[in-house]
T-cell receptor
Framework: NAGVTQTPKFQVLKTGQSMTLQCAQD?????MSWYRQDPGMGLRLIHYSVGAGITDQGEVPNGYNVSRSTTEDFPLRLLSAAPSQTSVYFC?????????????FGSGTQLSVL | AQTVTQSQPEMSVQEAETVTLSCTYD???????LFWYKQPPSRQMILVIRQEAYKQQNATENRFSVNFQKAAKSFSLKISDSQLGDTAMYFC????????????FGGGTRLMVKP
């Protein structure tokens, strides 16, 4: 099993550019989420989804959009990148959103916004 | 809102020794889950151990064990017989019951195991 796959692994953007961070899982997980990791602040939840067609905001949603058209994919969109969005981004999924199941993490995307 | 605090930004330990990483949290919930995650230089997030708040017994996974003090809202991680492969960032995390997997993380402790 591939598990949770994130692409790209590294990306450099200029301020104002847009891009999409891809996340795909092949475990038929209902729950998917995006976190950002900043030094000294741990990981913070950006958006999450409890199933196809259902998304909601986490702790730090501003500047990010998500959609969930299929069970497998949960892309994160930056419409107009800002230097404050320089971070490492993690996608995570679990079988069920209703219980505290084990989270499976992708390997992360390191994003730099110049 | 819940908060998780890790007061030790960096720690070091000699190989084969024991080290304890501290974590405190603040919540008004009575039922919740606590976790320790390990992040080695590869950046992969690895679940080390999990504790359910309603369980009195402290969780143990091989060389890793926790000291869960619910009244004090403390959740420390003890690593016994430290190995070079334990060198990593360690994150403490919290989620309340029936909150799905919406984790609140602490800021992390960077652990260096020295030969």
């Amino acid at each position: 099993n591939a598990g949770v796959t994130q692409t790209p692994k590294f990306q450099v953007l200029k301020t104002g550019q847009s891009m999409t961070l891809q996340c795909a899982q092949d475990m038929n997980h209902e729950y998917m989420s995006w976190y950002r990791q900043d030094p000294g602040m741990g990981l913070r939840l950006i958006h999450y989804s409890v199933g196809a067609g259902i998304t909601d905001q986490g702790e730090v949603p501003n500047g990010y959009n998500v959609s969930r058209s299929t069970t497998e994919d949960f892309p994160l969109r930056l419409l107009s990148a800002a230097p404050s969005q320089t971070s490492v981004y993690f996608c995570a999924s679990s079988y069920s959103p209703a219980t505290n199941e084990k989270l499976f993490f992708g390997s992360g995307t390191q994003l730099s916004v110049l | 809102a819940q908060t998780v605090t890790q007061s030790q930004p960096e720690m070091s330990v000699q190989e084969a020794e024991t080290v304890t990483l501290s974590c405190t949290y603040d919540t008004s919930e009575s039922n919740y889950y606590l976790f320790w995650y390990k992040q080695p230089p590869s950046r992969q997030m690895i679940l080390v151990i999990r504790q359910e708040a309603y369980k009195q017994q402290n969780a143990t996974e091989n060389r890793f064990s926790v000291n869960f003090q619910k009244a004090a809202k403390s959740f420390s991680l003890k690593i016994s017989d430290s190995q070079l492969g334990d060198t990593a960032m360690y994150f403490c995390a919290f989620t309340k019951n029936n909150a799905g997997n919406m984790l609140t993380f602490g800021g992390g402790t960077r652990l260096m195991v020295k030969p």
